[in-house]
């Protein structure tokens, strides 16, 4: 059975289409269907039912499709390993990361590793870290750089980066930010949940983890508005539209921090990875380089 063959059959069955699957293989799509025509016959079954420009899987499709990825990730794993044997740095390295991860920590350690390993193609993916951590369990990339998860499946591997403080904040005019410097007190969750919230998906860790505190004092959070992207929220904050939750990271004289009365909350970030995706020589240089040990990579490749 052709790999290839199998690949234009999962880009089709993950991407909806033949075009679509065509632009992600960087084939024409006359040559997407000549694969599939070629693996049906081989298979003596229908893979697909063509309704329109849209494609469905058929019974031996569905069967297939979880064989293929096996397959397809088996091989995968051969060529990496093959390839570390010979003890170099290079071929590609996949990375899923969410925004923030990726705009405000991981720059100075992909130029490090760039200019250490330009050999080695970087595949940078930017998602949500829930999205990530979803991909990362299909096994569709090396590494995920992300916000991790408040509990994590048996399958994956984390280590611990970096810890993001996050502070309750308001634009200046907003009344709570008045109130806190009129009094000169600590604020209580009491008064934050008469007022709106900006904040990401109810369904993000970091959300969850302030929705955990209302909770636990049995109080609304009243979420007005929602962004995943922690830039955008900063936005909103800052033309006095609610109050919400940031890393101290990205907050400055747009935002004031709130005085409340509660232990520091902490967001741990880090990377994941899958246990039964072996990683090739450039992932552990990677995860090496992010864990703060200027280790050699033939030192490196040598505990391989």
Known sequence: MDTQHLQAFVAIAENGSFS?????????QPAIS???ALLEEQLKAPLFDRIGRQVALTQAGQVLLSKAKLILGEVIAAQRAIADLQGDIQGKLSIATS??????????????FSTRYPQVKLDLHFLDSEQAYHEILQGRFDLAIITLALSQDARLQSHTLWHDQLHF????????????????????????SQFPAIMPDTNTYTTQLIKNLFDDERLPLDIGMISNHLDTIKMLLSINLGWGVLPRKIIDEQLQILNVDHPPIMRPLGCIHHKQRTLNNAARVFLTLLQGDDISAKHLVGKL
Request: charged share 15%; net charge positive; hydrophobic share 40%.
């Open 20 to 28: 679509a699957a065509a632009e992600r293989l960087h084939l024409t």
């Open 99 to 112: 925004h923030h991860v990726g705009l405000h920590y991981l720059p100075p350690y992909l130029r490090e």
């Open 34 to 36: 000549k694969r599939i």
């Open 169 to 192: 904040v308001v634009a200046p005019s907003h009344s709570l930010a008045t109130n806190n410097l009129a009094t000169q007190s600590h604020l209580r969750l009491a008064d934050l």
